[in-house]
């Protein structure tokens, strides 16, 4: 593991430093309609930097009456906001996509910060949520247009299907991407003409404000979307309000089984992007040149803590040694080290709570007879902050906890496989679907076996989002989709007008 020469204090004044010049460290407020508002509750949470494990800033819990004056704020704006033609709000959701990149910078650093990413990986949030927001504006077209429908039985009956917005809509985002997994549900919410709420991750609470100030600027209108922030407690008060038409989340899999049995109580609709165990299928013909080059991205992006990426890999025996050392060769050449060190690949554990799943998973492993080729239960070269040394298993068995369950972390588990059949088994192996991707020099043979991989999405040779395709889990990693039209789809009801016609 390639480690900077800058001895940990460096990083610390770094740190501290950057903090200083950030207009958002302590701060007493939540964003009500329109502005920020004193909060009315005397409870705190510190904003910890993981790279230092030190506070550098803080943020008040929301009390239930700041909850109920969000939802009051987003309520009482949506007629205006719904009221205005499609086109108009994709012109105001322009201007906002703009005012964004133009905070591209402090963003990146205090998303940093907050949760660990290295700069290389939040340097581009500003400009991919603003794409994201761009997409979405795009699709106002699909909602200015009339849609009337013909009886199949009876030609002289017409209906009109009205597309209307869901009404006031409560996001909860994660700490692993706070912005871009926030835009993906304010972006179509707000092209469909809802409102929101939006409660973001207890250890990034911080780094939104800047697209709630680049709204402010493009011009949306107050009570569009309101921010309040704290714990679980309440993200749990926003999903319950009456007042909340739709739900939707990001974040693991046992809190969004809550919400989802929250919602299925309200009869509330709920949108839910969860966990994922992802596994990479390698065919006998792989370019395991191009695997080392996308490897990082694809399975360990954002120190392993993204929730499509192929932890798994699954390698037939034409090519498993040489994979093992080519994947080891380029987790252990990679550099960790200070998030705001543009060199930096693997940066710290989001949380200390995180760097204690991480290390125990790694240490099951060990205990369960996986072969370690590189990093292992070893204490991090960087002592300060939530490090774990990035690790490389193989010789990986399917009933190892290491292969079923989601780690969250710079930890990769290499399965062996006789054959491609038994790959695909082993890929479905698992309650999980979100990602996956299948490597191989033959393109249309790796289509055909993802076509065989039972999960929401899939790459061949790379795995990347594509802001016009539907993304969402099966089974235990989600409900629903988010992206694409479809994503739209889910913030919108829909009215049937029948008419008698001529024939």
């Known amino acids: ?70 939802v009051r704020a987003a309520r009482a704006a949506f007629p205006g906001w719904a009221g205005l033609a499609p086109g108009e709000r994709a012109a105001r959701m322009r201007a906002w996509a703009d005012a964004i990149e133009r905070r591209s910078d402090p963003l990146a650093v205090t998303n940093s910060l907050e949760n660990g990413s290295p700069l290389a990986e939040t340097s581009g949030q500003a400009a991919n949520a603003a794409g994201i927001i761009r997409y979405f504006a795009g699709l106002a077209d699909i909602l200015e247009r009339e849609d009337v429908r013909v009886a199949p039985l009876d030609p002289t009956q017409a209906t009109t299907v009205r597309r209307e917005p869901i009404g006031v809509c409560a996001l909860i985002a994660p700490w692993n991407f706070p912005i871009n997994l926030v835009v993906i549900k304010l972006a179509p919410a707000l092209i469909a003409g809802c409102t929101v709420v939006v409660k973001p991750a207890s250890p990034t609470p911080l780094s939104i404000r800047f697209l709630l100030d680049a709204a402010v600027e493009a011009g949306i209108p107050a009570g569009v979307v309101n921010l309040v922030t704290g ?10 309000h009456p007042d909340v038409d739709k739900v939707a989340f990001t974040g693991s899999t046992p809190v969004g089984r809550r919400i989802a049995a929250a919602c299925g109580e309200l009869l509330r609709p709920v949108t839910l992007e969860l966990g994922g165990k992802s596994a990479a299928i390698v065919l006998p013909d792989a370019d395991v040149a191009h695997l080392q080059r996308v490897l990082i991205r694809s399975c360990l992006r954002n120190t392993g803590q993204t929730c499509y990426i192929s932890t798994r890999l699954i390698v037939t025996p034409e090519r498993y040694e040489e994979v093992v050392d080519a994947v080891a060769a380029t987790v252990s050449a990679a550099v960790q080290g200070d998030p705001l060190d543009p060199a930096t690949v693997f940066g710290p554990s989001a949380t200390r709570a995180q760097q204690g799943i991480v290390r125990d998973y790694i240490r099951s492993g ?30 990986v068995t399917a009933e190892m906890a290491i292969a079923r369950e989601e780690i969250f972390g ?85 009215q049937s007008v029948h008419r008698r016609v001529r024939a």
Do not use: C
Request: aromatic content about 8%.
């Open 1 to 70: 593991m390639t480690i900077p020469e800058a001895p940990p204090r460096t990083a610390l004044a770094r740190h501290r430093d950057a903090a200083a010049r950030l207009p958002y460290r302590h701060v007493d407020d939540v964003f009500i309609g329109g502005e920020y508002v004193a909060a009315e509750t005397g409870e705190r949470q510190d904003v910890i930097d993981p790279a230092t494990a030190e506070a550098w800033g803080s943020v008040p819990v929301a009390s239930d009456r700041d909850v109920d004056r969000a």
């Open 231 to 240: 714990d679980a407690r309440v993200g749990d008060r926003l999903v319950r």
């Open 366 to 395: 060990i205990a369960e007879g996986a072969r370690v080729v590189t990093g292992g239960d070893v204490e991090p070269a960087i002592a300060e902050g939530f490090f774990v040394t990035p690790t490389v298993f193989a010789d």
């Open 410 to 494: 710079p930890v990769l588990s290499i399965m062996p496989a006789r054959d491609v059949d038994e790959a695909v088994a082993l890929a479905n192996a698992t309650p999980f679907g979100l990602g996956g991707i299948v490597f191989g020099q033959n393109e249309d043979r790796a289509f055909e076996v993802a076509t065989r991989v039972d999960t929401g999405s899939i790459g061949i040779n790379f795995f990347g989002s594509n802001h016009a395709a539907p993304f969402g889990g099966r089974r235990d990693s989600g409900l629903g989709v988010e992206y694409g039209v479809e994503g739209l789809n889910a913030y919108l009801t829909y």
